[in-house]
């Protein structure tokens, strides 16, 4: 379908594009046999400039909105959802910042992540707070001109790759949410340093891994917003990210509904090409038609989005749970069309099919998802 | 570093044709692109310009469309592009060619370092970059895989040979080829593509670079292509199979049945 993209949204899907088919697509089997990061084709990305997507002009970025970050993503997650979740943990990790930080921080920070030369991560789970973020341990507690944190992040994307990290952390433990705060924790930080790095079924090519803080001293004027806000920038920050993680489902879903169709056209049995029988035209189909449904909510979500809409969480929540709930039927249906094949390593839908279970997991479960649109109707009808 | 890069546009591989009629290329309805090897010079320029600072000039001689390829250039990071277009240098062969774009270079002035691929992928002569090298009097190393060192004065390169490479000091200014072994090319970038968008491209006639009307085109080109044909399918073939004593009984019964 013609989505009627600007000028530079389509100069913005091109390049991804051409990243996609240059750069991902060659070496990410590769990549995910041997759990091994990115960090060449990254550097492919920054210097085509989409890092610079998402930042504003005034610091050196293209000021695209949501809408434009969708765009990038869902090409990207086209060649490989863990090259693109590297890409995406970026913007994730640096978008408190730009939502709560001063203009001395911006000033610091930004730059450098438009034009790739450094990149962030987002600090939020921890081994007792994941979907139940309340459960936060770390905490942060002022010394003279200086915060000192101490705890551990787990699960962290861009863990250990990153050098700029938004880091939650309790600073008035009783208050409960109204009592976590953001910080930022560079690499080479004394007291801060990497634990255990995962060996994940799925997006092998991410680094996901543990944040130790013990006795991490980090000067005063690290801390991003308000004491005490942090919670409320986090529920921001995922309201703005979560159209990104739909995106990679549709950019995943594309990828293996190429890859089942192409297949079907090819392989012959019976005397036909399986592309002739009902049976597999039918579930094509249903993954085609579920595909562009899911396509159309991720892109109306990001545009709504873009224009600061008072039930951004709801919209948010609906098309992160369509778009990647489907990514994993039509990934599974994709394997199921190639049969035998489909299930051995040496055709891509298999690990197409691996990394889509993480997208129903990540940025807040599908489950947690449903809650808030839940909440979110009640209160309307109210 | 004033660096000077040679792109040539051209069909794209992937959707050659020959017309069955003509036996010339069928060129209408076939994507055209930059030239793959010339992708990789120009990476190379660009790669050095960021370790030593200057500029990159791309240059192209070739019909008005070809303006595409320096636009994608200055998109892949060059700075600026000159187009050499004339109906004069229509029919040119690589001797003409190499003039053309040699006296280009004297009336831009001033180059470091000149960079081209090895060969175009729709005549595979590898001969410009050479060519262009003798006009202009300049040292000069084909299939060049690798640039070692590179300072204002001399550059240390690697030249590809079959059974390994040769390590070649040449004083600048001069002129190298490049095979694909060289680096990888990145990605046009968004600034990128909005610069090349809005660049202004030199355009130079024939009379512009001051060239001899008898030295351009098809009066300046001592090669006539004659005739252009595809090869004749080859005789039948058969593979034989079983035990040696097996194969060679069949060879000799095959040869006798068509003595």
Redesign the interface.
Same mark, same amino acid.
């Given at each position: 379908m013609d989505y009627f993209f600007t000028e530079q949204q389509q100069? $913005?899907i091109d390049?991804a594009r051409? $990243?996609t088919n240059?750069?991902i697509i060659p070496a990410r089997a590769e990549l995910d046999e041997k759990n091994q990061f990115p960090r060449a084709i990254l550097e492919?990305i920054a210097?085509?400039?989409?890092f610079? $997507?998402f930042v504003p002009e005034e610091y050196g970025g293209?000021g695209g909105g949501g809408f434009e970050i969708v765009l990038a993503m869902e090409e990207l997650a086209r060649g490989c959802v863990g090259v693109a979740t590297s890409f995406a943990a970026s913007a994730l990790g640096i978008f408190p910042v730009m939502i709560a930080g001063s203009n001395e921080q911006k000033q610091k920070y930004l730059p450098d992540i438009a034009s790739g030369a450094r990149w962030a991560a987002f600090g939020l789970t921890e081994a007792n707070a994941g979907s139940d973020a309340a459960g936060i341990r770390t905490t942060a507690v002022e010394d003279g001109d200086c915060w000192v944190l101490n705890g551990t992040k787990q699960w962290i994307t861009n863990g250990g790759e990153s050098q700029i990290y938004s880091i939650v952390a309790m600073t008035d433990p009783n208050k409960g949410p109204r009592g976590a705060s953001i910080f930022v924790v560079e690499d080479g930080d004394p007291g801060f340093s990497y634990g255990k790095k995962e060996d994940k079924m799925g997006i092998r090519s991410s680094s996901t891994r543990e944040l130790i803080m013990k006795d991490c001293r980090i000067p005063r004027d690290r801390l991003v917003g308000r004491r005490g806000t942090g919670f409320i920038t986090v529920m921001k920050t995922l309201d703005l990210s979560r159209p990104g993680i739909a995106s990679l489902g549709i950019g995943l879903a594309q990828a293996a509904l190429d890859e089942a169709v192409t297949y079907a056209k090819q392989r012959v049995q019976f005397g036909k090409p399986i592309i002739s029988f009902q049976a597999v035209q039918h579930m094509l189909a249903d993954m085609a038609i579920q595909l562009e449904a899911g396509r159309a909510l991720v892109y109306a979500a990001a545009k709504h989005i873009d224009s600061h809409p008072k039930d951004m969480s709801k919209v948010s929540s609906m098309c992160k749970v369509f778009a990647t709930d489907m990514a994993m039927k039509v990934t599974t249906d994709a394997v199921q069309i190639l049969g035998g094949y489909g299930y051995m390593k040496e055709y891509p839908v298999e690990k197409m099919m691996r990394d889509a279970k993480i997208l129903q997991i990540y940025e807040g479960t599908n489950q947690i998802q449903r809650n808030v649109v839940g909440q979110e109707l009640n209160k309307e009808y109210s | 570093m004033k660096i000077l890069v040679c792109v040539k546009q051209v069909p794209d591989a992937k959707d050659v044709r020959l017309d069955p009629k003509t036996n010339t290329l069928a060129r209408e309805g076939v994507e055209s692109i930059m030239n793959p090897y010339d992708r990789h010079a120009l990476e190379e320029a660009v790669a050095i310009r960021e370790k030593l600072g200057g500029t990159v000039t791309v240059v192209s001689m070739g019909p008005p469309q070809a303006e595409a390829v320096l636009r994608e250039a200055i998109a892949c990071g060059a700075d600026e592009g000159v187009l050499v277009s004339d109906r004069a240098f229509a029919g040119a062969d690589t001797w003409a060619t190499s003039y053309t774009l040699a006296k280009t270079v004297q009336t831009l002035g001033g180059f470091d370092l000149i960079l081209c691929g090895k060969q175009a992928i729709d005549g595979d002569t590898a001969q410009v970059g050479p060519g262009l090298a003798c006009r202009l009097r300049l040292p000069y190393v084909a299939c060049v895989q690798k640039t070692r060192q590179v300072s204002a004065a001399a550059i240390e390169v690697e030249r590809m040979m079959d059974d390994g490479y040769d390590v070649l000091r040449l004083p600048l200014p001069a002129l190298l080829t490049v095979v694909k072994d060289i680096n990888e090319p990145?990605?046009?970038?968004?600034?990128?593509?909005?610069k090349a968008k809005k660049a202004e491209i030199r355009h130079l006639t024939a009379a512009a670079i001051g060239a001899d009307p008898q030295c351009i085109g098809l009066a300046g080109s001592p090669t006539q292509v004659v005739r252009v044909f595809s090869p004749e399918p080859r005789g039948d073939r058969r593979i034989f199979s079983g035990s040696v004593d097996e194969q060679v009984d069949q060879l000799v019964a095959c040869l006798k049945a068509h003595l």
């Amino acid at each position: 379908m013609d989505y009627f993209f600007t000028e530079q949204q389509q100069m $913005i899907i091109d390049t991804a594009r051409e $990243i996609t088919n240059e750069k991902i697509i060659p070496a990410r089997a590769e990549l995910d046999e041997k759990n091994q990061f990115p960090r060449a084709i990254l550097e492919d990305i920054a210097k085509a400039d989409l890092f610079s $997507i998402f930042v504003p002009e005034e610091y050196g970025g293209l000021g695209g909105g949501g809408f434009e970050i969708v765009l990038a993503m869902e090409e990207l997650a086209r060649g490989c959802v863990g090259v693109a979740t590297s890409f995406a943990a970026s913007a994730l990790g640096i978008f408190p910042v730009m939502i709560a930080g001063s203009n001395e921080q911006k000033q610091k920070y930004l730059p450098d992540i438009a034009s790739g030369a450094r990149w962030a991560a987002f600090g939020l789970t921890e081994a007792n707070a994941g979907s139940d973020a309340a459960g936060i341990r770390t905490t942060a507690v002022e010394d003279g001109d200086c915060w000192v944190l101490n705890g551990t992040k787990q699960w962290i994307t861009n863990g250990g790759e990153s050098q700029i990290y938004s880091i939650v952390a309790m600073t008035d433990p009783n208050k409960g949410p109204r009592g976590a705060s953001i910080f930022v924790v560079e690499d080479g930080d004394p007291g801060f340093s990497y634990g255990k790095k995962e060996d994940k079924m799925g997006i092998r090519s991410s680094s996901t891994r543990e944040l130790i803080m013990k006795d991490c001293r980090i000067p005063r004027d690290r801390l991003v917003g308000r004491r005490g806000t942090g919670f409320i920038t986090v529920m921001k920050t995922l309201d703005l990210s979560r159209p990104g993680i739909a995106s990679l489902g549709i950019g995943l879903a594309q990828a293996a509904l190429d890859e089942a169709v192409t297949y079907a056209k090819q392989r012959v049995q019976f005397g036909k090409p399986i592309i002739s029988f009902q049976a597999v035209q039918h579930m094509l189909a249903d993954m085609a038609i579920q595909l562009e449904a899911g396509r159309a909510l991720v892109y109306a979500a990001a545009k709504h989005i873009d224009s600061h809409p008072k039930d951004m969480s709801k919209v948010s929540s609906m098309c992160k749970v369509f778009a990647t709930d489907m990514a994993m039927k039509v990934t599974t249906d994709a394997v199921q069309i190639l049969g035998g094949y489909g299930y051995m390593k040496e055709y891509p839908v298999e690990k197409m099919m691996r990394d889509a279970k993480i997208l129903q997991i990540y940025e807040g479960t599908n489950q947690i998802q449903r809650n808030v649109v839940g909440q979110e109707l009640n209160k309307e009808y109210s | 570093m004033k660096i000077l890069v040679c792109v040539k546009q051209v069909p794209d591989a992937k959707d050659v044709r020959l017309d069955p009629k003509t036996n010339t290329l069928a060129r209408e309805g076939v994507e055209s692109i930059m030239n793959p090897y010339d992708r990789h010079a120009l990476e190379e320029a660009v790669a050095i310009r960021e370790k030593l600072g200057g500029t990159v000039t791309v240059v192209s001689m070739g019909p008005p469309q070809a303006e595409a390829v320096l636009r994608e250039a200055i998109a892949c990071g060059a700075d600026e592009g000159v187009l050499v277009s004339d109906r004069a240098f229509a029919g040119a062969d690589t001797w003409a060619t190499s003039y053309t774009l040699a006296k280009t270079v004297q009336t831009l002035g001033g180059f470091d370092l000149i960079l081209c691929g090895k060969q175009a992928i729709d005549g595979d002569t590898a001969q410009v970059g050479p060519g262009l090298a003798c006009r202009l009097r300049l040292p000069y190393v084909a299939c060049v895989q690798k640039t070692r060192q590179v300072s204002a004065a001399a550059i240390e390169v690697e030249r590809m040979m079959d059974d390994g490479y040769d390590v070649l000091r040449l004083p600048l200014p001069a002129l190298l080829t490049v095979v694909k072994d060289i680096n990888e090319p990145r990605v046009a970038s968004l600034k990128g593509k909005m610069k090349a968008k809005k660049a202004e491209i030199r355009h130079l006639t024939a009379a512009a670079i001051g060239a001899d009307p008898q030295c351009i085109g098809l009066a300046g080109s001592p090669t006539q292509v004659v005739r252009v044909f595809s090869p004749e399918p080859r005789g039948d073939r058969r593979i034989f199979s079983g035990s040696v004593d097996e194969q060679v009984d069949q060879l000799v019964a095959c040869l006798k049945a068509h003595l």
